[in-house]
């Protein structure tokens, strides 16, 4: 298999049918990204690289980085985190709070806000300064240094922050956070606020397509069991409300963010990284999911 | 009709009877209360004085503080107010989240919590000493010095009050709350926390008698329409979710709290506070609330 | 006082100001209604009667109907009633059937369509002949025969009952219905689109101005306490979702009906009903109510 | 691989951990079924079969019964489809009405009793026996006669279908649904009722794994994308609110049903059904789960 044909291929037919979709609004700092960046990043289990188009160029991660914390509390505090969150579909938006009144302060996935803040929170229990270590984590998975808060982007999500503030208090009223949640929050929309490249994103999930295991780190990450709970995870609920739609079309595991880009892997085989910032109405990049799906298609992948 | 009379054996016979309840545990501080204490205060238009048992003992006015505060606003933001929360009945608990996003961050009522945290907020965004002015606004309502703020139940209440900071901060998400939400809750929780006795309960309910004019303060104090709103949104929201059955077996406008009070006006005839802090699964107190039954029966006074 | 006087200048002042709103058009036969209509009819408790503009006219009485079918049921079953059927305000729309999952098949109060449904089967369960007993029940609060079923609206209703019926099921789910619910929904169907006019309204109302006791049946139709305990569910549950506003600014008991009328009464002193087919956008028609706020304010009454 | 080998060394495993739950008891005529009873049948794509246990003995296949409803639809429908119910996972019990509520009408998936009741009107909408061309399909997908509908199954259902009937009247009351409500009940009750056994299960399941062509049928059932949108389906949706556990857990597409059943397929390999009556609190099986869990893990198959 030529990959790197492949993802030109799919390059190409994205940039002639050219779905259009909006870019992110709520804050201005990613409103003023240019709509048409578009870029493919494909690792092999080797470390090839196969990039196309806008490939090497930073963009803001934002809930790409649920991952990452999401793998770091998974090695530190294994099965006891299920206490804590749950690990099923949500029917409902990712920042609901009706929701997490029924369940009585247990959120439904770790992806969805509330479960994201929970994760956030056991990580600052554990570290003196958080942030520093989910750098230094993401770096590590990458094989260099190439995470870069984007500060702007940071104090603008803060400022609107008010929502997840709210998250987290209620989730504290349930016994279900240790923190302070300002702090919490503060950390919680650092990480959101990284920037990374299709291709060190694609670098970093590696170890999810290895069983755990890091051709960067040179290390397990997480036991190849924890992988898969990671990988099952993001196929039922990497993808806000279109989850199952993801999973059919697609059929791969994958996270995305609402910055546009798009963090997925095939397992045994690769990690792929999509980014175009143009939204479909259910907040996932038009572009990157049409190059995903005809990705699969070419491969004659199917999951299913 | 002879009012000392009247209250006496109301007293007698629910002493008689001895309904008990569960004194509110929810922090120590209130836990700790004597579940024997009861007593009754009516103060008529000329400001003549009945009282039976330990009318005179102060006790936590808890949400019975909802009424100052509206009253406060209502006088600052005329009818600008209604836009900011409604007027109708919750079917949901006096807590709920839930609801709130239901209806896009619009309380249902200025007595379920989310509605009394707006009503403090606008009260902060007026004042530079917000609880300052709620104490002189209820000691000019009172006619002396009669408002002490329990240090230790506000402390308490400060360490348990994740719920109100979350709900604040959904507020906010909704565009619908000015200040910085801990100070607000912090008001919110003082003003909560205040002692006051049966009578002076009574006496500060006065102008809600009397179409909005108090003969303590010798000014109107609301419009007497606004007082109607007033007693209108007591009747109809007043007492949790217990509201139908008080209007039913009362027939008063009235607004009770945790503490075992409750405050309430016959209109053009007197106003009466009861306190006992024994509550029923409603949340409210059982025996203030068969005292009033058995006064309004004994009174022929019928609402319907 | 001159209560002819009185309803004939509020008549002119509503005429004049002219408010205007939306016929009822969930089915063809209400949409048809002249949607100028307008009419007054006060009945005091010697009966006499005082009337303005089309107030011996025949209308849709709608949901008004739940008044006659809960007393008669009240009447029967006296308090075991309240086990089926709770007696609080709703905070969801009048056919939500989300409610009733999250109260586990107990309808909030008589009056949203899962509890009068509640009603119709405990007088189906009681009756050979429901409908005819409401006809000669209502004939008989009236003095007269008055009630007639328009057919056509009963027939459309019924071609469009799939919620209502949807709701008799979902309480059949909980144990809480006892007989077949098509039959129970014609019944509730045939009961709502029985036509009277205000006069009628008015007579059939009086006994819940008179403490139970009806001058026209010359009997008490109910024990006094059970006369004031509808008077109270009417006052925080008799208009949709418009009960604390039509409570501060009517203050009094009523039910409205999306035929345009509302019945009321001033306990003591009369009964009331006044019927304009435009409503407004929360379903209570906007003449009517603008009529009973001029009333009690040229009355100086005030429940409050 | 000795497929037969590997069953049977599961099937060991399993009865030696003999893992306990509860049979579902909310119909007499289910928790008659001996509790004790394990089958395990395997069928690879060339149709050979492979089985341990209780694998030949019928049972009631209940919610399965939807893959095969479904995927009839599908093939009749095509892609319209899915304006009429969508492909999401549900965060609500799989009975829920406040959720349809909330969404107007459109069920979030076809596996939750309201997408079921949806895809079954829709048949009814085709055919003047809809039972019969059910038992025909599944008949033909099998390569024999083996559905039998357990006529006091049905029966006992049909007297407690009051929450299938409400949804769909509800269904009704949005304009999703075509068909007499009790017609469509009835036939939706009479396929849950059927009875197959393991290895009947499992061949009928074959095409699944198979692109969509079905070695028994000897023809293409559904196109291979339609095959792989069932599989999707299943894997997100197929295991009330343990899909997401499941999915880590055992990794492969499957729906479960409340008699115990599992019918599962691994794609381009085989398919698989287990059966044990004994279910854990979500209402899966708990030996049917264990047994699936084992076989991935000893197959060191790994979707993710």
Known sequence: MDYQELIEEVYNEVMSANPRGKVADYIPELARVDGDKFGIALVDLEGNIFGAGDFEEPFSIQSISKVYTLTMVAGIFKNKLWSRVNVEPSGDPFNSIAQLEFEKGIPRNPF?????????????????????????????????????????????????????????????????????????????????????????????????????????????????SFARRINSLMLTCGFYDEAGEFAFRVGLPGKSGVGGGVASVMPHKFSIAVWSPELNEKGNSIKSIMALELLTDKLKFSLF
């Open 112 to 224: 969805i806000n509330a479960g994201a803040l929970v994760i956030t929170d056991a990580l600052t229990s554990k570290f003196d300064d958080p942030i520093a270590e989910i750098s230094k984590f993401i770096n590590e998975l990458t094989g260099k240094e190439c995470t870069e808060i984007n500060r702007e982007v940071m104090d603008s999500e803060l400022r609107h922050s008010e929502r997840n503030t709210a998250l987290g208090y209620f989730l504290k009223a349930y016994g279900n956070f240790e923190n302070k949640v300002e702090e919490v929050v503060k950390t919680y929309v650092a990480h959101c606020a990284m920037e990374m490249s299709c291709v060190d994103l694609a670098r970093s999930f590696s170890f999810l397509a290895n069983d755990g295991y890091s051709i960067y780190a040179k290390r397990e990450i997480v036991p190849e």
